[in-house]
């Protein structure tokens, strides 16, 4: 048998070859962290790690997320805290004209109640607050600008779109009595029961009561009423109780739209003639419900501020468990640092070697050009 320089050269380069992938193998250890490749390795180990893998995503999803929701409710304290702001400021209005000295001439009135009405408009306005680009109070609907107030105050006009994917505009409308009359009360209800409970870390998927629920929307706000405390307010058809009707009927009447609205007709009622004793008295019991209304806000507030404080804890936790579970992922599909920089050093000598070696052997003789 005789051997010829190329069938060495072939052997040799299977061989160096062979050389050159475990480096890369190598290599690509150190890279990643990985100690094994693909489940034949080491099948126990690899599942486990794919595990404890599945577990870091879901928890790094949460994160994210609950970093997301905790800037919106960031921004719905902000619009809470500010139309209380708005609201109190209001008040110290109304307690400067309902002085008899400060109401007499009636273009003091006159510039309280312009006052007031942009009060009215500033409300609105943090109502319909946008946190990217979705609006903050807008529940479960996103899309669509909860509020729009007309210039005079009297008429508030929200906007919803149902989970039906129906779109509606319902009007409140001020009466002189100081109570709205709601064109559409039932949708009203079906809104403010809308919720949007989100896993994110905080409580059981399995149990949905348990999750928090990251959605309020601007009416709930306003009434002070809980989408929790109206679910349980169906009759057996599922449709709303009078109960329920009324409470919603009385909490947009002393909302702090509202309560500046009666205020507004009132400086009307005075500017038109009115009795200056009936104008400090409706003054005055306005100012008592905007008390109270104050009182409903610092609830919501405090609420939305409960709610953030559990999702930092829940961020804090997440974190944690992010942390737990890297250390685990090491344990089982770590691989060795300093073993693996040795093995990719042996195997680069062993290349480089190979490579001078090939120099020398890959050279022509007689026997390769003889057939």
């Known amino acids: 048998m005789r051997v010829v320089n190329s069938s060495m050269n072939r052997k040799f380069g299977v061989s160096v070859n062979d050389v050159h992938s475990k480096l890369n193998k190598s290599m690509n250890k150190i890279s990643s962290g990985k100690a094994y490749e693909n489940a034949a390795q080491n099948p126990l180990a690899y599942y486990e790690g794919m595990k404890i893998d599945n577990q870091y995503q879901d928890t790094l999803s949460k994160l994210a997320l609950n970093k997301d929701v905790k800037n919106r409710?960031?921004?719905?304290?902000?619009?809470?805290?500010?139309?209380?702001?708005?609201?109190?400021?209001?008040?110290?209005?109304?307690?400067?004209?309902?002085?008899?000295?400060?109401?007499?001439?009636?273009?003091?009135?006159?510039?309280?109640?312009?006052?007031?009405?942009?009060?009215?408009?500033?409300?609105?306005?943090?109502?319909?607050?946008?946190?990217?680009?979705?609006?903050?109070?807008?529940?479960?609907?996103?899309?669509?600008?909860?509020?729009?107030?007309?210039?005079?105050?009297?008429?508030?006009?929200?906007?919803?779109?149902?989970?039906?994917?129906?779109?509606?505009s319902i009007d409140m409308e001020l009466q002189a009595n100081g109570s709205y009359t709601i064109s559409d009360p039932a949708s009203v209800f079906t809104a403010m029961t809308e919720q949007g409970r989100v896993d994110v870390g905080y409580g059981t998927i399995s149990d949905r009561s348990t999750l928090l629920d990251t959605y309020t929307?601007?009416?709930?706000?306003?009434?002070?009423?809980?989408?929790?405390?109206?679910?349980?307010?169906?009759?057996?058809?599922?449709?709303?109780?009078?109960?329920?009707?009324?409470?919603?009927?009385?909490?947009?009447?002393?909302?702090?739209?509202?309560?500046?609205?009666?205020?507004?007709?009132?400086?009307?009622?005075?500017?038109?003639?009115?009795?200056?004793?009936?104008?400090?008295?409706?003054?005055?019991?306005?100012?008592?419900?905007?008390?109270?209304?104050?009182?409903?806000?610092?609830?919501?507030?405090?609420?939305?501020g409960n709610k953030y404080s559990l999702l930092e804890t829940t961020e804090t936790k997440l974190t944690n468990v992010k942390q737990a579970l890297t250390e685990q992922y090491k344990d089982k599909l770590g691989a060795d640092p300093y073993e693996a920089i040795m093995e990719m050093y042996s195997y680069q000598y062993s290349y480089s070697s190979s490579l001078q070696l090939g120099s020398k052997l890959m050279q022509s003789s007689l026997f390769d050009f003889i057939l």
Do not use: W
């Open 73 to 168: 409710l960031y921004q719905q304290e902000l619009g809470a805290r500010s139309i209380q702001k708005t609201l109190a400021d209001a008040k110290v209005k109304l307690s400067y004209i309902r002085s008899d000295t400060n109401n007499e001439e009636m273009k003091t009135v006159e510039t309280i109640r312009q006052d007031l009405l942009q009060k009215q408009q500033s409300m609105v306005n943090d109502l319909n607050t946008q946190y990217r680009s979705y609006y903050i109070f807008g529940g479960n609907d996103i899309s669509s600008a909860p509020f729009k107030l007309s210039a005079d105050g009297k008429t508030l006009t929200f906007t919803h779109q149902f989970t039906d994917g129906t779109t509606k």
């Open 217 to 304: 929307n601007g009416l709930n706000l306003l009434t002070g009423l809980t989408s929790d405390a109206l679910r349980t307010m169906k009759d057996a058809g599922g449709n709303p109780t009078q109960q329920a009707l009324d409470l919603i009927q009385e909490g947009l009447d002393k909302s702090p739209i509202g309560l500046i609205g009666q205020a507004v007709i009132a400086c009307d009622d005075y500017m038109a003639g009115g009795d200056k004793g009936d104008f400090s008295s409706k003054l005055g019991d306005i100012m008592d419900e905007m008390t109270v209304t104050e009182h409903t806000i610092s609830t919501v507030y405090s609420d939305l």
